[in-house]
């Protein structure tokens, strides 16, 4: 078999050139960072929990019809995803006071916000990923007005979806973030698409009736059980058996590989909504 070229290596995934074109193939890693790659650690069995998670959450946001760039996932740690043209902004919805907007306005943590807030983050690990506002993003072309205003309409709809899914399994979604990537049509039509992944990684998801985290917080904050707190969030959503995949703090390869791969049936049918007025060129 034919070496994959690696086009990009980020904290947590591998990307890799996809089997056609305009297709990539997403690795995801036991690596988990904090602090901007300060802190670091390999947590077994971390990826592949988060590569089924992801894989479901897309899929089932796909039915209610946001389009994302999932397509399938191929093994325990793979899957195909369209190829997008990544919009470097991430996107931040938060519907509880936690983590940075604690620490930045002094709010106590826990503290149920009157409306959820939306927050933009230039993605440049250089300098730390700065908070930007609509301003910064439109008079540096990072996106214009038009794919802005769908990527928060479209992070709208996707914080209404996930905070009913996860109420239903004894979770509170206090915030996430979410990354956007543009794809061109054939007779130059833009679309914006749901990119990245969404986990335990980039949400914060806390126990109804405990408060207890089982999110990234855990290796953020020391407090131990990381791979537990997902496997508990992957075995809530019917993910993975009850007994879990991890034993004894490490994962078991071959009821790992045994579990079904899911598969984006409704992009196969997908009608994307094209962007009203696109004023960026096509990249040729």
């Known amino acids: 078999m034919s070496k994959r070229r690696v086009l990009y290596e980020g904290k947590a995934k ?3 050139e996809g089997p056609e074109p305009g297709t990539l193939i997403q690795y995801f890693k036991d690596d988990a960072t904090a602090f901007n790659g300060a802190k670091h ?6 990826g592949v929990l988060n590569n089924r998670i992801s894989a479901h959450l897309m ?7 946001i389009p994302t760039h999932f397509i399938r996932s191929l093994n325990m740690r793979e899957q195909l995803v369209r190829q997008v ?5 991430e996107l931040v919805i938060r519907n509880v006071a936690a983590g940075s907007l604690s620490k930045r306005l002094g709010v106590k943590e826990g503290t149920i916000l009157q409306y959820p807030i939306v927050e933009f983050y230039y993605k440049k690990d250089a300098l730390g990923d ?3 506002n609509e301003h910064h993003i439109i008079a540096f072309g990072w996106a214009d007005p038009y794919e802005l205003e769908e990527m928060v ?3 709208w709809r996707v914080n209404d979806y996930l905070n009913g899914l996860f109420a239903g399994i004894g979770l509170r979604l206090i915030d996430f973030k979410l990354e956007f990537g543009r794809l061109w049509g054939e007779q130059g039509e833009l679309y914006v698409l749901l990119a990245d992944e969404i986990s335990p990684d980039n949400c914060r ?3 109804t009736a405990t408060g207890e985290k089982l999110d ?3 290796f953020r904050e020391d407090l131990g059980g990381i791979i537990e707190g997902y496997q508990q969030i992957a075995q809530r959503l019917g993910l993975v058996p009850k007994g879990g995949i991890i034993e004894g703090g490490s994962i078991n390869e071959q009821l790992a590989s045994s579990l079904g791969e899911i598969e984006n049936e409704l992009a196969k049918q997908r009608r994307l909504r094209g962007l009203t007025k696109p004023t960026k060129p096509r990249k040729v």
């Open 41 to 46: 650690a390999l947590i077994s069995g971390k």
């Open 216 to 218: 990234k917080d855990r």
């Open 14 to 16: 591998i990307v890799y």
């Open 130 to 132: 700065p908070m930007v």
């Open 59 to 65: 899929t089932k946001l796909e039915g209610i019809g």
């Open 85 to 89: 043209e990544i919009i470097p902004i």
């Open 205 to 207: 998801l806390w126990d």
């Open 153 to 155: 309409q479209l992070a």
